[in-house]
DNA sequence: ATTAGCATCCTTTTT
DNA sequence: GGATGCTAAT
């Protein structure tokens, strides 16, 4: 550990800001002057306390999972303030979700007290990058009180340029437009920087076009996506020298939370800020780099030394979280990774119980046992809000749900659809927006016919037509129209009247509280009838969530602040809940959780890994799985259930499964088969330890199951996978293309013998999906591979 | 303007 | 299997 960052322990505070700076009297600060250690400090272990007292130039933390990331990073923030180096305006942290940020500020607030509650550059990348750019929006040719989109009105508004077009918004959908243009973004790219050949992905070479046309129709609107928060930035930073500079002054000290999440667009921001010696401080770990899909650069990270030139880089690798079993098969499963820095994590802790591995017979059969596995932790006096079941998509929730509801077990699903995206509160929104800022066209249009009033396509074809020529937003034009013969008597009446509503509510909000008022604005639209009147089972749950709406808007003392904090914040917290119950939730949506004990269902090859990761991404998507299945593991304080099913229904197909190859790559030592007597009589689950551990051999070649014996009888050599099955071949890390059978196995009339369904008789057939009527099991779609003539 | 029927999609998710 | 989104029909 060094101690040269350390403040002298017992001589002045150094000097400058250190004067402006300060704590309460007899605070920490002064405690912090007094002793050898403050007191934060000394909850530290070795290298947690060097990552935090390095202060002087580029530093990397690798952290571990359960390591103190997080500790670290409050830490240091507090360390920075209590040693007066820096005030708490001239600290940049980033993090990427709203939920780190505040976790940040509220851990730093309870290491230093409520000195750290005026840190104005603690958020995530986003709301900073957006807070700059208001600054000086006039620079990159905004108004300050640009709108921000979000992906819902950026879809919306691609329809209507590629519509503009004349292209086929059917062969080419808005959403992959949006996907692209996404993707530029988050490598830093404007229309003009986007390589030659990339553009032709699109409408035949024409998705630079658009996308440029979507920049000026969004510079027009006076809007920005989540996309130009960051590159906005950029362009300023880069084009005005003596901003970029006020930054670079202010920002004395730096933080990213989970740079391995960063993508080039936010390593670009951060490094003009930073420049190539600035203090700034990555905390983040290579092998917990999940969202390579949605531009985030593990190079980032695995760069770092080479960007920032003599940087130092600190290992945490004491994990206070798991028992060493569960560590060691953490640890023994990512070690197969190539790409990465390297770690070994290690615990003091116990050895704790094996990570238990689990053959069950399907998807039905695994959420059974987890949920009597649960029952009887439960019954042990275990808490359900100790328990988690992580999955790899979010399908497979569904059997778990449908079990849970059948045992009346309490559980909460993570994750899902946010509030705010959800559309009645979209709706309530854009009311709100458009009597906030009438101006907002998007907004208008959302809801101008919501609920009906009659004002269809045509209508505001007209209206978008003169709004355009006239260079005005539509609102305006449909004052002007309104007072014209160019609608139909009926629109022009209904138009009308939501003029005047729009008017009276903005009379309103003058001095109405905004609470009352979006109640108001409910109600008189007609919107919250709409809902009444609508039958069907969720409009209930819709007129809540605008109840709760209306009840979180008396939080916020203006409407404009209220807007502003939604576009960009309003998670969507279940507040209150006072039952105990298990969570379940994506591998994804875990990352930065722990719980007591951890399911990990669904360990089959082509689901997990997923058969889509390595098509798209070959080895490198392989690798992110592999590091997901690491995330998964490293959850668990206590316990680690894996299991994984033979069959599984996929799009309404059965499938039979192969164990994924994440099992066989866990150490023996560190795992124990577990025994499932189940109703298929047993056999398997005994077998798979058989194959894996007494007999050593390859665990998939010698894997027993009905299905996987078929498979090599039908093999010519008897050895090799798919050669005669008419399967998918073996799934690999390389992208493979799947084997179609050209010629049905079977024709109709035909009797069949299933593995699950029994004895049947085809009905049809088409390519290898065949149509069943099963004696015992009725009519079923099943893939010809697994049924045997009889 | 509303609605039924049909095709198509189906990993992960934040801002 | 199911959700979603568009077309065509009323």
């Known amino acids: ?380 006096g275990h808490s359900l809000d100790e328990m988690a079941i992580l999955v790899r998509a979010s399908f497979q929730m569904r059997e778990f749900e449908e079990r849970f509801i059948t045992l009346g077990l309490d559980y909460r699903v993570i994750g899902g659809p946010r509030f705010y995206e959800r559309a009645e509160i979209r709706d309530a929104m854009a009311y709100l927006k458009v009597i906030a800022n009438p101006s907002n066209d998007l907004a208008f249009e959302r809801i101008v016919n919501t609920p009906r009033r009659g004002l269809g396509e045509s209508s505001l074809q007209v209206l978008h037509e003169f709004a355009r020529a006239e260079h005005i937003p539509l609102a305006e034009a449909a004052a002007i129209l309104v007072e014209t013969e160019e609608l139909k008597p009926r629109q022009r009446q209904s138009l009308g009247g939501l003029l005047d509503d729009f008017a009276r509510w903005r009379e309103q909000s003058a001095h109405l509280p905004h609470g009352e008022l979006a109640e108001i604005v409910l109600d008189e639209s007609g919107y919250t009838q709409m809902w009444l009147n609508e039958k069907s089972a969720d409009a209930p749950g819709r007129l809540e969530n605008l109840k709760e709406l209306v009840r979180s808007m008396e939080d916020f003392d203006s409407l404009a602040g209220f807007l502003e904090h939604i576009s960009l914040v309003m998670d969507n917290e279940r507040g209150g809940e006072g039952t105990e119950r298990v969570s379940l939730m994506t591998l994804h949506s875990a990352k930065g959780l722990e719980f007591d004990t951890v399911f990990l269902p669904g360990w089959e090859e082509g689901l997990f890994p997923h058969q889509r990761a390595i098509d798209d991404a070959g080895r490198a998507g392989l690798e992110e799985e592999r590091r997901l299945a690491y995330v998964g593991l490293t959850r668990a304080r206590k316990r680690a259930r894996i299991s994984f099913a033979q069959n599984r229904r996929i799009h309404a197909l059965w499938q039979s499964s192969i164990p994924s190859r994440f099992l066989d790559e866990l150490p023996d030592g560190s795992v124990e088969i577990a025994d499932s007597d189940t109703s298929f009589g047993g056999g398997m689950a005994s077998n798979y330890g058989a194959s894996r551990f007494d007999r050593d051999q390859a665990f998939a070649a010698s894997y027993e199951t009905p299905g996987w014996r078929r498979a090599q009888r039908n093999a010519p050599g008897g050895q090799r996978r798919g050669a005669g099955g008419g399967r998918a071949p073996v799934i690999d890390a390389e992208p493979v293309a799947r084997e179609v059978s050209s010629t049905a196995r079977f024709s109709p009339g035909e009797r069949v013998f299933h593995q699950k369904f029994g004895y049947g008789r085809i009905l049809a057939a088409d390519g290898n999906k065949m149509t069943v009527d099963f004696e015992k099991a009725g009519r079923k779609r099943v893939i010809d591979s697994f049924l045997e003539r009889h």
């Not at 800020?273 to 969202?291: E, F, L, R």
């Not at 960007?307 to 290992?315: L, M, Q, T």
């Not at 197969?336 to 990570?355: A, C, I, M, Q």
């Open 1 to 380: 550990m060094t101690s040269k960052n350390l403040p002298k322990p017992s001589g002045p505070v150094p000097a400058s800001p250190a004067g402006e700076y300060e704590l309460r009297p007899g605070g920490i600060a002064a405690r912090a002057r007094a002793a050898a250690a403050p007191a934060y400090l000394a909850a530290l272990n070795s290298e947690q306390g060097e990552a935090v007292e390095s202060l002087d130039g580029p530093v990397l933390v690798l952290a571990g999972a359960g390591t103190g990331k997080t500790r670290v990073l409050t830490t240091r923030i507090a360390h920075i303030l209590a040693t007066g180096r820096a005030r708490a305006g001239e600290i940049l942290a980033v993090t990427f979700t709203n939920k780190a940020a505040r976790e940040m500020k509220d851990r730093v607030i309870k290491l230093i007290g409520p000195a750290a509650e005026g840190m104005p550059w603690l958020g995530t990348f986003h709301s900073i990058g957006g807070k700059i750019l208001r600054r000086h929006a006039e620079l990159v040719g905004l108004k300050p009180d640009f709108t921000i989109l979000d992906t819902d009105d950026q879809i919306r508004l691609l329809k209507q340029i590629i519509a503009a077009a004349n292209i086929d918004d059917k062969r080419w959908p808005a959403r992959q437009l949006a996907a692209r243009i996404d993707h530029w973004k988050n490598r830093g790219l404007m229309p003009d920087q986007v390589p030659a050949g990339d553009g032709f992905a699109f409408a035949d070479g024409r998705g630079v076009e658009f996308y440029a046309a979507y920049q000026e129709r969004l510079r027009i609107l006076n809007a920005v996506d989540f996309g130009d928060l960051l590159i906005g930035c950029l362009r300023l930073f880069r084009e005005n020298a003596d901003v970029l500079d006020i930054y670079r002054k202010r920002f004395r000290y730096m933080l990213v939370d989970e740079y391995q999440d960063t993508n080039v667009a936010q390593y670009l921001w951060l490094r003009l800020i930073a420049g190539k010696d600035g203090n700034v401080c990555c905390v983040g770990d290579d092998d917990q780099s999940i969202y390579g899909w949605r531009g985030a650069e593990v190079d980032n990270i695995l760069r770092f030394e080479h960007d920032f030139p003599g940087a130092k880089v600190i290992r945490l690798e004491r994990n206070y979280r798991s028992t060493a079993h569960i560590l060691a098969a953490a640890s023994h499963l990512i070690a197969h990774n190539e790409s990465r820095l390297g770690k070994t994590l290690h615990t003091e802790g116990e050895d704790g119980e094996k990570v238990q591995v689990r053959g069950v017979w399907d998807g039905a059969e695994e959420a059974r046992a987890v949920g009597e596995e649960i029952e009887q932790l439960q019954r042990q």
